[in-house]
């Protein structure tokens, strides 16, 4: 791992998830999750305030080394344990059905390998759980998705990994799971970093499947409905 990746890139991503706009999105959606959490990518601990009080315990699963470092002070300060997994979305140190709640904010975007992390919420998540997703992704608009397109293969070199350019909800529903609720729009910012996906998603896979396929290059199963859609 590079000195940039390993202490540049770590600082840069705690300084850019700070802005007014994410912390608006944060204090509405996160107080929403209750029980045992699961939290994809917790980063430098942004989300942890925003938690309320019915969460039981939060599996904090975060890759870099000094994000987890940074999130310490926050994860202290929290009215619930706070376990922090050091680990990839693609293999979560968790067994099977084993949380209520799995959330995941701007993350979705710089996972490696998605297909395999959405199998992998798929398994840790309870038959009743649910996924809580705010994700930035992919532009309705030509011109947007156009730059995003254009930018994504140096965006991600700089930015960990970051795809400007994913169909979020796209992803989750070939996934296998059926999205409840879905708000899509810009917040303020670069348009080709603003659009969100916000909302909330259940299983709708039965527990023994076959291999997933993969959302980048597969059809759109239209089987799997999306719903309660309201644009920003």
Excluded at 103 to 123: D, G, H, K, M, Y
Excluded at 157 to 172: E, S, W
Excluded at 198 to 225: E, H, K, N, Y
Aim: positive net charge.
């Amino acid at each position: 791992m590079s000195l940039y990746s390993r202490h540049v890139l770590p600082l840069l991503t705690h300084l850019a998830m700070r802005n007014k706009a994410m912390a608006a999105e944060r204090a509405r959606w996160i107080p929403m999750a209750t029980g045992v959490v699961l939290e994809i990518g917790m980063g430098s601990g942004l989300n942890v305030p925003f938690y309320g009080t019915n969460v039981a315990k939060l599996y904090a699963l975060e890759p870099s080394e000094q994000l987890r470092l940074m999130a310490i002070p926050r994860a202290t300060r929290a009215a619930f344990p706070v376990e922090f997994l050091a680990a990839s979305a693609e293999a979560i140190p968790l067994p099977a059905a084993s949380v209520e709640w799995l959330v995941t904010t701007w993350t979705l975007c710089s996972i490696a390998n998605p297909v395999a992390a959405l199998r992998e919420f798929q398994r840790v998540l309870r038959p009743e759980g649910r996924v809580m997703f705010v994700e930035h992704g992919r532009s309705p608009d030509p011109g947007v998705l156009r730059w995003q397109d254009w930018l994504t293969p140096v965006w991600r070199r700089l930015a960990g990994g970051c795809h400007l350019n994913r169909p979020i909800d796209r992803m989750i529903v070939e996934a296998g799971f059926a999205i409840e609720e879905l708000e899509r729009g810009y917040i303020r910012g670069p348009r080709f970093g603003a659009y969100l996906y916000r909302g909330f998603a259940r299983s709708c896979l039965p527990r023994s499947r076959g291999p997933l396929t993969d959302a980048a290059t597969s059809p759109l199963d239209l089987g799997r409905p999306v719903k309660a859609e309201r644009s920003g």
